[in-house]
């Protein structure tokens, strides 16, 4: 009999993401075998396992018409409204879509179109998808080594990681010498026929955070020069760092906004928000997508509800908990840096070896995080409790210590 699980194309990937949960209770996984794990690495699931009230919201959606033809249904007059009254209407309108990847490549495509421009900027780092044109637009290795040719009129500039400054300045007290560089990059590497600049105000990978007021600097530089700004917030928006939007937080208007991941709760839908409304002959390419099927805007809807009923302060409270408990332990010998806002908070190692170890021991002691590189990253479900947050913690600093008493750093071990 066929193997079903070695026939996922995916399954070697998957061997390496952890144990395979049966359940769950919140932001709590458990095993066949029983035992209880903490979840700290679900970008999606954001109101957690078994969360009555989105069960009882996507009950009544199923029981309900979901086959519209032309394009209207109670859940997305519903949706619409809750995107926006949450942006304090400053979109003229929205497009609904079953992917970040595909907002990306939407929004790309319709500030071409706005603006007649052929090219985008975007940054080192940066993830905004898997499909042909975000995997080009993507700052990260792995998107694209080997998958040329890539899609022409990209170019890629330095994020400003003040942790690890492409241009060596210490403290961040630079004059964002790293926007001085994205000038002189598109001055001479580019046609200076850019339509857009598409960035991440918090970058999904590593949880890096720019300086404040680097983005508005961007943004007022950007528009100098007739671009667009696309803001991809399909990881940072919707509650996760505290804020319903990070663009808020830094007092932006961009042009376009991309949204997705937890607006959702697993199932598939993200946006595209835009600020001037395209031309009618722009629109007719966008068809055909199922992101306004009434079930996903069920979902989205009900994600909405539990944000402004109480779940977007507990974000911040336990957020601010996680983030705070971080910043206390970064000052351990085998940790560089933490970051975060919200519940988006990351912890650098010097050594790559070190934070492989970390994660493991974390995972026989019950929780869950996630890793690229060096940095240990965490991103749990909204309705994580303090007390996970805490229990996490002390496990966390118990397992550095541990590590440290083992060797150098770089040369940790697990002791089995």
Not at 55 to 65: I, N, Q, V
Not at 82 to 94: K, P, R
Not at 313 to 341: C, K, M, N, Q, W
């Amino acid at each position: 009999m066929k193997d079903y699980q070695e026939f996922d194309l995916l399954s070697p990937l998957h061997t390496s993401l952890g144990p395979e949960a049966v359940r769950g209770n919140g932001a709590a996984l458990i095993t066949a075998d029983g035992q209880e794990l903490v979840d700290l690495n679900e970008m999606r699931v954001v109101l957690g396992q078994e969360n009555e009230a989105f069960t009882a919201a996507m009950s009544k959606a199923f029981s309900e018409f979901t086959a519209p033809k032309n394009g209207r249904s109670p859940a997305k007059e519903r949706l619409l409204r809750y995107l926006d009254e949450t942006t304090d209407g400053s979109f003229a309108a929205a497009f609904l879509t079953s992917s970040g990847s595909e907002a990306v490549e939407w929004a790309v495509r319709l500030a071409k179109k706005m603006t007649g421009r052929e090219e985008v900027l975007s940054f080192w780092n940066s993830i905004h998808g898997r499909t042909y044109l975000s995997a080009s637009l993507s700052g990260l290795y792995k998107r694209k080594a080997g998958y040329g040719p890539l899609a022409p009129g990209v170019l890629l500039l330095p994020y400003p990681n003040c942790g690890s400054c492409p241009l060596g300045a210490a403290g961040g007290n630079c004059a964002f010498a790293c926007l001085e560089l994205a000038k002189q990059a598109y001055a001479s590497g580019s046609a200076q026929r850019a339509a857009a600049v598409i960035v991440e105000p918090c970058q999904g990978a590593g949880v890096i955070l720019p300086p404040p007021g680097y983005l508005a600097a961007l943004q007022t530089w950007a528009h100098s020069q007739g671009m667009l700004v696309i803001l991809d917030e399909i990881q940072s928006g919707m509650g996760r760092t505290g804020w319903m939007y990070l663009y808020q937080r830094e007092k932006l208007a961009p042009d376009m906004l991309l949204l997705g991941k937890a607006l959702g709760n697993g199932i598939h839908i993200a946006a595209l928000l835009v600020r001037q409304r395209p031309e009618a002959d722009a629109l007719p390419a966008l068809s055909g997508g199922s992101g306004d099927d009434p079930l996903a805007c069920a979902a989205a809807c009900e994600v909405f509800r539990q944000l402004e009923d109480g779940l977007l302060d507990h974000v911040r409270a336990v957020g601010g908990a996680l983030t705070d408990g971080l910043r206390a332990i970064a000052s351990h010998p085998l940790v560089r840096e933490s970051r975060g806002l919200g519940l988006a908070a990351a912890l650098e190692f010097h050594a790559e070896a070190d934070c492989a170890a970390a994660v493991s021991r974390l995972e026989e002691r019950g929780y869950l995080v996630g890793r690229q590189g060096a940095t240990l990253y965490c991103k749990p479900p909204y309705v994580i409790t303090e007390e996970q947050v805490r229990g996490f913690l002390t496990a966390l600093a118990e397992v550095l210590d541990v590590l440290a008493a083992h060797g150098a750093p770089g040369t940790a071990h697990i002791e089995k």
